[in-house]
């Protein structure tokens, strides 16, 4: 996968870069609105990652240039802005996902590989990850062709560790993409352990025992 | 626990929340009028007295000088006519062997013409006419004076209680007209609001003091008015501007995370700097909360069900809390209110009792009448409740928690006219939250 990350700012810029570049995708970035622009005009991306404030314009204006080529490339808006309007405003003119700063890596990641399956592969709704299958449209789940029973929370889970999977991934990373907002509510994480626990538990019984403990308190998944 | 002493008294966004409750203090028309009648019955009881003694003095002189000349007349006669004996009782004379100084007094003496004992001022006195002491008394009825005393003293009294009446009224009258234009202002002044973009406007006046207040009341509340703004922009920007750092640092430790060299206690480490990064975002987006609601941005107004909207609440928290929370919806309670802000309010109440839930206690929550009932189970009443929704007031000492929760229930609460309250149960050990519908 090709990417391009129109930030402005240096050290977020290659945090993604730098994080994204696992599983042979190539990043790219531009520093300003002249050079994403340029960028854009000659090369095709996937996935484009667009911070509506560049220091030279607005990310939104690129948008628009974007959507006139109608290029086939995915949106995803990056704003310190947290105002339902601008949100609005970015969707409406056809981009695929809205994020606000700050953001955790893993999460921008998720929202990549589902703006990815939304668009390349449409009509492709399925995740395999070893023995394991996920519909993403009847958001279900298959262990070696089985039907597991999965809590709503449980499913993002499993999804979430499957689209970031070999990542480290710690309890403040899950919490917030599972209830978003409403992960501020409480102050600690321990209700992860719950959710977790009963994921995994679920797994083990068919055999499918991916969710490891890293550093003690993280999660990973990963094939052994 | 912070310092009490230097908490600031809650801060007053529009005059109309200061209470009119002002004990001790007269209106300015009423202390006029007051001070009015006070010096009006003064100056008429003292003029009423001085009028009086002067009468007084002044008739019984005249009786005096009538008695010595009645005297007079009667020596003359004397002189003529030494068997005179005088009109009894106004005047007599009568033969004496002893000769007496002339004497002022005042007696009682039978009027059969009236049949009844009257009052009289006489003066006696001997006199030696043609060799013969002769004891001349001559007498004047006191009453009649004293009725044309009453009658001067009574007419004054009227004319000038007429007067001051008709002053009072007058007064009254221009000092309403006068003071027209500074209760005028003074209303404007009261529905001022600091949130309104919309400057202070007062009447002019023509009274150069009442012109000067004007101005200075201008350039007050505008400079009021420039500062709060301020205050709110710098507060909404600093947040906003803290969003990219908190991101970077964010995005860094998870470049960390994913790189294989670090060992656990560098994990734990980072993973703690990342809860802190989150206390800081949880903090931004409660700032940002605070100014929204104050910008007026939540305009999506709907019909709501606080029953459904609670319940939905409720359902979230049951996935990231072992904490129970019973709802009991006694009666249907609906609400014109934006649903998100619906949400917060609730999520915020309930984050609360959560946070401070003593013991392994279930949390109730209870929809009665017009009110919403929060309660979890605790050790003692706060010990500074008036404080419990302002910014930033925190009651524990908990470490974890940004101290803006309830206050975004209060601004909530104000922005749509509920009426939020907390009380402990003292029997029950609870902490009770309320929040009073207008329905």
Redesign the interface.
């Known amino acids: 996968m090709k990417y391009l990350i129109a930030e402005d700012?240096k050290?977020?810029q290659q945090?993604?870069a730098?994080?994204l570049s696992?599983e042979a995708n190539v990043c790219e970035t531009a520093s300003d609105y002249h050079e994403a622009s340029e960028k854009l005009e000659l090369y095709e991306y996937d996935i484009v990652i667009l911070d509506i404030n560049l220091v030279t314009g607005s990310g939104l204006d690129l948008l628009k240039k974007l959507k006139k080529q109608q290029k086939k490339c995915g949106v995803i808006i990056?704003s310190?802005?947290?105002?339902l309007d601008n949100k609005l405003e970015g969707l409406d003119l056809g981009a695929d996902d809205y994020i606000?700063?700050?953001?955790?890596?893993?999460e921008l990641n998720s929202r990549i590989k589902a703006v990815l399956r939304r668009g390349q592969f449409g009509g492709d709704n399925t995740i395999n990850f070893q023995e394991i299958k996920l519909d993403t449209m009847a958001r279900s789940a298959y262990v070696n062709g089985k039907a597991i029973t999965l809590t709503r929370?449980e499913y993002d889970l499993l999804l979430f560790f499957i689209t970031n999977q070999g990542?480290?991934l710690?309890?403040?990373?899950i919490a917030?993409h599972l209830?978003g907002?409403?992960?501020?509510?409480?102050?600690?994480f321990d209700?992860i352990y719950v959710?977790i626990n009963n994921l995994r538990k679920k797994l083990t019984k068919e055999g499918a025992k991916y969710i490891q403990t890293?550093?003690?308190?993280?999660y990973k998944f990963i094939a052994d | 626990m912070q310092n009490i002493s230097k908490r600031p008294t809650e801060v007053v966004i529009n005059s109309s929340q200061i209470k009119n409750s002002t004990p001790n203090k007269t209106k300015l028309l009423r202390k006029a009028s007051k001070t009015f009648l006070i010096t009006s019955i003064v100056i008429m009881i003292l003029s009423g007295i001085v009028l009086f003694i002067y009468t007084k003095s002044l008739l019984e002189n005249e009786i005096e000088e009538e008695l010595y000349s009645n005297k007079d007349r009667v020596e003359r006669l004397l002189k003529n006519n030494p068997d005179l004996v005088g009109i009894p009782p106004i005047m007599m004379a009568e033969k004496t062997e002893i000769s007496e100084e002339n004497v002022l007094i005042d007696t009682l003496i039978f009027d059969p013409l009236q049949d009844e004992v009257e009052l009289f001022r006489q003066l006696s006195g001997t006199r030696n006419i043609n060799g013969q002491e002769y004891k001349i008394t001559v007498r004047a009825m006191v009453i009649e004076s004293e009725d044309i005393l009453s009658a001067i003293v009574l007419t004054f009294l009227s004319i000038i209680f007429l007067a001051f009446i008709f002053l009072f009224y007058l007064n009254k009258s221009r000092n309403e007209k006068l003071w027209q234009p500074f209760f005028v202002n003074l209303e404007r002044l009261k529905s001022f609001s600091l949130k309104s973009d919309k400057p202070l406007e007062l009447n002019d006046s023509d009274i150069v003091e009442f012109d000067e207040l004007n101005k200075q009341m201008l350039a007050l509340t505008s400079k009021v008015q420039a500062d709060y703004r301020n205050l709110k922009q710098f507060t909404e920007d600093v947040s906003h501007e803290m969003q990219t750092p908190l991101a970077i640092m964010q995005a860094k430790i998870e470049t960390l995370f994913d790189q294989q060299n670090i060992n656990e206690k560098q994990y734990e480490q980072l993973s703690s700097l990342q809860f802190d990064i989150q206390r800081l975002k949880q903090l931004n987006n409660r700032l940002i909360l605070l100014a929204k609601i104050d910008n007026n941005q939540f305009t999506a107004d709907e019909n709501i069900s606080i029953n459904e909207t609670l319940k939905q609440s409720i359902d979230n928290f049951t996935e990231i809390t072992q904490t129970r929370i019973a709802l009991n919806g006694k009666d249907e309670i609906t609400a014109i209110m934006d649903k998100a802000l619906a949400s917060i309010l609730f999520n915020n109440l309930l984050t609360n009792a959560i946070k401070h839930n003593f013991g392994n206690q279930p949390i109730s929550v209870v929809i009665e009448k017009n009110h919403v009932q929060v309660i979890n189970a605790g050790t003692e009443g706060l010990s500074n409740p008036e404080y419990i929704f302002d910014r930033f007031y925190k009651e524990s000492k908990k470490p974890d928690s940004t101290g803006l929760g309830l206050s975004i229930v209060k601004k909530i609460c104000d922005f749509y006219g509920f009426l939020p309250s907390y009380r402990f149960h003292e029997s029950s050990k609870k902490h009770i939250f309320q929040i009073e519908f207008d329905t």
């Open positions: 700012e050290e977020l945090s993604i730098t994080y696992h990056i310190a802005n947290s105002s606000t700063k700050p953001f955790h890596l893993a929370k990542r480290v710690s309890k403040a990373i917030e209830w907002d409403d992960s501020d509510l409480l102050d600690n209700f959710h890293a550093y003690g308190s993280g």
